[in-house]
């Protein structure tokens, strides 16, 4: 039987937006190595592409693991059809005149349209809307937080910590 409500969010993404809701995070949620999964070899080529630009950026960011390949293969794929359609209907148009004289809109546009649906569904899951990104909180490699001026001069410093340390103390 399935769950009521919305879908849990993934502790992952809960820390990483710093826990708004402040409730207790699940502490015995699987956390599988943050290691991205192979390409898939049955992917479409526009997929096998979107993979490529993607997953290395989602692997860094702790939001991509083996065990995610599906997810993400479905996303890749729905992109490569997406594409697909939406070039069909650049070249020839959206809409034809039946033998009949009616004017009817080409399958292309519906499947333009579910697959750019799906996109979104596997967008929200993944981070990769400016929307799902504006919730996590994902430091760099040097682990300072992108646009944090003073933290940037402060890893400068040799012994920074202990200046810090000095100024929360008065």
Not at 20 to 30: A, C, D, F, M, V
Not at 56 to 67: C, D, H, P, S, V
Not at 117 to 143: D, H, V, W, Y
Request: charged share 25%; net charge positive; hydrophobic share 35%.
């Amino acid at each position: 039987m399935a769950g009521r409500g919305r879908p849990p969010k993934p502790t992952v993404l809960k820390v990483l937006e710093g826990n708004p809701g402040k409730r207790p995070l699940n502490q015995n949620e699987p956390k599988p190595e943050k290691k991205a999964p192979n390409c898939p070899s049955w992917l479409l080529p526009d997929a096998k592409k979107e993979w490529r630009r993607l997953s290395k950026e989602l692997e860094a960011m702790g939001l991509l693991t083996r065990i995610d390949m599906a997810a993400f293969a479905g996303y890749c794929q729905a992109y490569a059809r997406w594409k697909e359609a939406e070039e069909f209907i650049s070249k020839h148009g959206s809409i034809l005149k039946t033998a009949s004289g009616y004017i009817q809109q080409i399958p292309q546009v519906s499947i333009a349209q579910q697959n750019l649906k799906q996109m979104r569904n596997f967008c929200s899951e993944l981070g990769l809307t400016p929307s799902a990104r504006s919730r996590l909180n994902i430091t760099n490699a040097g682990g300072v937080i992108e646009g944090d001026a003073m933290a940037s001069l402060l890893e400068e410093i040799p012994n920074a910590e202990d200046f810090m340390v000095m100024a929360e103390d008065d």
